[in-house]
């Protein structure tokens, strides 16, 4: 994790001749006044329907000071800071009492930074089973009919929006004991508890699934590489305008892959990527022995494979006309992706165009029609902490809110900026005040920036899979660095002593391994 945080946050903008990834070099500004509005918009659970209708349940933002748990503090009616025992307990409803579900989700997303999410678990069960005495044989049921929908609703609420807590077999335990508590005697109730049960069966299934994909994708990915290297020439007959030359298509296909890998990208993994040590928690770190951010780490690897397979499309025609043709063809595809709302892979390959061993290419550019590359370029400038593209992420995401079709609801962030603001937000301002309190106003922030996330890897794609097309993305050799500037050189030479220098050296090195 620390690596591929160093190689994130340490990467610099791609000017001509650098490496894919980004560098955001101005921090955001850090506004951490939350409004009602912001809130409106994060993450929400449907009540639970039916006879477990939600009657009762507290609508209001907040309690009052008075009225909460003593702990919590306020700011116009703005919670703003308490101890973690007291934001746990406003966690937990009562019969006369829900959590605003815009608390739970900032809770749940920030409480990770103090405590595992197996230790609240079970500081949660603790309290519902000492609260609403369910522990007592004798408990009144009409009690227990009134309490019983609340908590139900929290665990749902956290099972659909945190699921991958869930694959630790302490959390499973104490939903278990807990659910079955509630579930006792009731058939309503147990049949809740069943369907909240095989919802979340079905979602880390589902994750599995994908991970196992994943593994089989990277391992093909692999072989064809091998492949490559040992009959270099025969890749040469095959590339991507020989399985397709419409760049809309193509820019559909790659806003595929991008949908699916955002969708698999748990809330929690932006607050565990950067996970510090808890001073107030003897230094230990939260997450020693939990999952970290795997999936966000593999879509920021898809980042730089995709940058670097458009350098490798570019480098490996032997023909100048047909390089520039690629060139030209990339072009294409990067514009259509700023059309549909797809920044990432956009990002990825102006990257790849503006790698050293693709920018040196004088001859091939000189045949290019740079003006539409000119514009994107443009787009993408981080001058200002990239307002252009911010200003255009704005529009498609106002776009998206008064959308008529599914295609106009897409939005894909440049994601390597994304996770460079979040980083930003929580290393500019400390989780815990001087009176050692939860600063709960910086999570307000965090959990504003993650829900706006949440609401995009949620679209659906619009557009019809080419299985031919995503499998060659997903799995077509890429050159390392290396091989690109051999490639680059040998299609047209070594201009200074330098480059005449590296040529021979990596003939002598890539060469004598084939």
Not at 133 to 149: C, E, G, H, T, V
Not at 283 to 310: G, I, M, P, Q
Request: contains cysteine; hydrophobic residues 35%; proline residues 5%.
């Amino acid at each position: 994790m620390a690596k591929f945080l160093a190689e994130l946050l340490g990467c610099t903008l791609p000017d001509k001749g650098t490496p894919p990834l980004l560098e955001c070099r101005s921090q955001p500004p850090l506004g951490l006044r939350p409004s009602s509005k912001q809130r409106d918009t994060m993450p929400q659970t449907p009540p639970l329907t039916g006879q477990l209708g939600t009657g009762g349940y507290n609508k209001n933002l907040y309690q009052s000071k008075e009225e909460g748990y003593p702990g919590l503090y306020y700011h116009d009616n703005n919670l703003v800071s308490g101890s973690l025992e007291a934001l746990i307990h406003h966690l937990v409803p009562t019969v006369d009492y829900y959590p605003d579900r815009t608390y739970i989700f900032t809770f749940l997303l920030s409480s990770r930074l103090f405590i595992r999410p197996h230790e609240l678990m079970s500081k949660v069960c603790q309290l519902c089973v000492e609260q609403q005495r369910l522990s007592d044989p004798q408990a009144d049921k009409m009690r227990i009919r009134k309490i019983a929908p609340k908590i139900l609703q929290l665990l749902t609420e956290w099972t659909e929006t945190f699921p991958y807590d869930f694959r630790d077999e302490r959390m499973m335990r104490s939903l278990k004991e807990l659910t079955h508590r509630l579930a006792s005697g009731d058939e309503v109730y147990r049949k809740a508890v069943s369907q909240m049960s095989q919802g979340l069966i079905r979602r880390l299934t589902v994750l599995s699934q994908y991970e196992e994909a994943l593994v089989k994708i990277n391992a093909t990915a692999a072989e064809r590489l091998t492949a490559l290297k040992a009959k270099p020439q025969a890749a040469i007959q095959r590339d991507l305008l020989s399985i397709c030359n419409d760049p809309f298509t193509v820019a559909q296909q790659l806003t595929h892959i991008e949908l699916e890998r955002l969708s698999y990208i748990g809330p929690e993994e932006f607050i565990q990527a950067f996970v510090q040590k808890d001073p107030v928690d003897n230094d230990k770190s939260c997450f020693s022995d939990h999952k970290k951010a795997t999936n966000l780490e593999a879509y920021v690897e898809w980042f730089n494979r995709l940058s670097y397979l458009v350098a490798t499309e570019i480098c490996l025609p032997v023909k100048k006309k047909h390089r520039a043709r690629v060139v030209e063809f990339f072009i294409d595809v990067a514009r259509e992706c700023f059309n549909i709302g797809n920044f990432n892979s956009l990002m990825a390959i102006i990257s790849g165009m503006n790698m050293s061993p693709v920018s040196r290419l004088k001859k091939t550019w000189s045949k290019v029609k740079t003006a539409k590359f000119d514009i994107l370029e443009h787009q993408m400038d981080p001058s200002s902490n990239f307002y252009n593209y911010r200003t255009a992420l704005r529009g498609a995401t106002q776009r998206s809110i008064t959308a008529n079709s599914s295609r106009e609801k897409i939005v894909i962030p440049f994601f390597s900026l994304l996770i460079k603001d979040i980083y930003f937000l929580n290393e500019g301002c400390s989780n815990r005040l001087q009176s050692g309190h939860v600063n709960f106003e910086k999570f307000w922030e965090l959990a504003k920036q993650v829900s706006e996330f949440m609401t995009w890897k949620k679209v659906e794609c619009p557009f019809e899979k080419d299985r031919k097309i995503l499998q060659y993305l997903l799995t077509a050799p890429v050159f390392t660095e290396d091989a690109l500037y051999l490639a680059s050189y040998e299609s047209e030479g070594p201009e200074n002593n330098m480059e005449k220098d590296r040529w021979k050296s990596l003939r002598s090195t890539l060469l004598s391994r084939v």
